[in-house]
């Protein structure tokens, strides 16, 4: 949209329900905090200019909103005296002058940008105040949007309603937009003539339509206005948002055999025609090539898979990793801080840490880069079309040339040349008859020990 708009984000709250030590908006959805959500859908409604009402853990929650493609500053909440004094706190950005002035929440993870851009549409229709609303079968303890011909009266809170306004299911979500140009006027006579003493923006609605002014309601999905004051509450938004995600990602071509076992963070890129089964979780910066298949009971964060590939079942990607296309990682094998090149295979029991392993190598089973020498990690390269044996250990750093071979349970110290095979271990022995004598001794030994 062209015209200017200040969102101002309410995020002073002391989150006593939450039991937690530190502030409710910090509590991560699908990997990030919540108010991050919150910003994001600002920077999708076309928002450059955010104003951030902080209290307890103010500097971390600043940090955590901050973002290169909006502009944000913070105002400090001393009191806590309502919304309408909240939104006060940031009456030097409000003075700056904008078109629309946008109130929104912290702790509202699932808000996207289309009721924000409806709300700001109002503004542009004309309209002084536009109330984020929605409709529910429950509206139990909301306070009840009253609309009349088109025009926004009131918004009457419960304990003030009276039977027929009971049973409104138009239901304030809190959310609002303010023509900017009136906004420090209407904000300032919200007066605090209640119970509680306190400066209710809500109010505004009927100073605006007293003062000859026109406020409306815009409706919104019940869940994008859902708040989060305790961890149960905390675990129903988790679920809302993976389940949105999940359903985003098979409409545009991912299968999935059990969504409701797959979890996604905020950043999770899959391509078409990727295959995830039952119970797979993926952290923060994972990004899944097409036609990539990720068995079950997988852990994925911080990796790149590559078209074709496939992980698992019971494999964990860690940062850094980076599968090449038709690679495999397979069963109970972790990878961390390494490149798998195409075609390449750890297939088990394998651990492969900050190395390169070149295209089309074979990684027996039980081998590990021996990468940490107790201070600093050290890196291991394994060319192209090599072959390492099973149980082999690779203490870093060392080098594995293409085409060599590493013969099994050999445990390399050297760099092994291109196409040369490699023996680290001790030379087989037999001792015939040996088996029998050091069974009779063990069992002496114990019966000894009985006596």
Wanted: charged residues 20%.
């Amino acid at each position: 949209m062209k015209r200017t708009c200040l969102a101002i984000v309410l995020a002073a709250g002391e989150s006593t329900r939450m039991k937690s030590s530190m502030s409710k908006v910090l509590h991560p959805v699908a990997g990030r905090p919540m108010i991050a959500h919150v910003v994001e859908s600002l920077v999708n409604a076309s928002i450059s200019s955010a104003a951030l009402v902080l209290g307890r853990d103010a500097d971390a929650v600043a940090t955590a909103a901050a973002r290169d493609d909006i502009e944000l500053s913070a105002f400090l909440q001393k009191e806590r005296l309502g919304t309408g004094h909240a939104v006060l706190a940031a009456r030097e950005a409000i003075a700056r002058g904008y078109d629309d002035i946008l109130v929104v929440f912290g702790d509202t993870p699932l808000i996207t940008a289309a009721p924000l851009l409806a709300a700001r549409q109002g503004l542009a229709d004309g309209n002084d105040v536009v109330v984020i609303g929605f409709q529910t079968a429950d509206p139990t303890g909301y306070g009840r949007l009253l609309v009349e011909n088109g025009a926004l009266l009131a918004i009457r809170e419960q304990k003030d309603a009276t039977e027929d306004e009971q049973k409104i299911t138009y239901c304030n979500g809190g959310l609002m937009a303010i023509n900017g140009a009136k906004a420090l006027e209407l904000l300032g006579k919200i007066g605090n003539a209640n119970a509680k003493g306190e400066y209710y923006l809500t109010d505004i609605v009927e100073i605006v339509r007293a003062e000859g002014g026109r406020a409306i309601a815009v409706e919104a999905p019940e869940t994008e206005l859902t708040g989060c004051n305790n961890r149960a509450e905390l675990a129903a938004i988790e679920a809302i948002w993976q389940k949105r995600r999940r359903h985003e990602l098979m409409v545009s071509g991912v299968s999935m055999i059990a969504p409701e076992t797959v979890f996604l963070a905020f950043d999770t890129q899959i391509g078409q025609d990727v295959l995830i089964e039952p119970n797979v979780v993926f952290g923060p910066g994972v990004t899944i090539e097409s036609g990539a298949i990720i068995h079950a009971f997988s852990h994925l964060e911080g990796a790149h898979v590559g078209a074709g590939a496939t992980v698992g079942p019971y494999a964990r990607l860690r940062p850094g990793a980076n599968l090449g296309p038709d690679s495999k990682v397979g069963n109970f094998c972790e990878v961390k801080k390494a490149e798998i090149g195409a075609g390449a295979k750890v297939n088990h029991l394998t651990y492969i840490g900050d190395a390169f392993i070149g295209e089309k190598t074979n990684i027996g089973a039980g081998t590990i880069t021996c990468n940490y020498d107790g201070v600093n990690k050290h890196i291991t390269r394994i060319g192209a079309n090599a072959f390492i044996g099973s149980n082999s250990s690779l203490v870093a750093p060392v080098s594995v040339g293409d085409g060599a071979l590493v013969a099994s349970g050999s445990v390399i110290t050297q760099d092994v040349p291109a196409d040369a095979v490699a023996f680290g271990r001790a030379r087989q022995e037999i001792k015939s008859g040996w088996a029998k004598i050091l069974r009779e001794r063990y069992l002496a030994e114990k019966a000894a020990k009985k006596k």
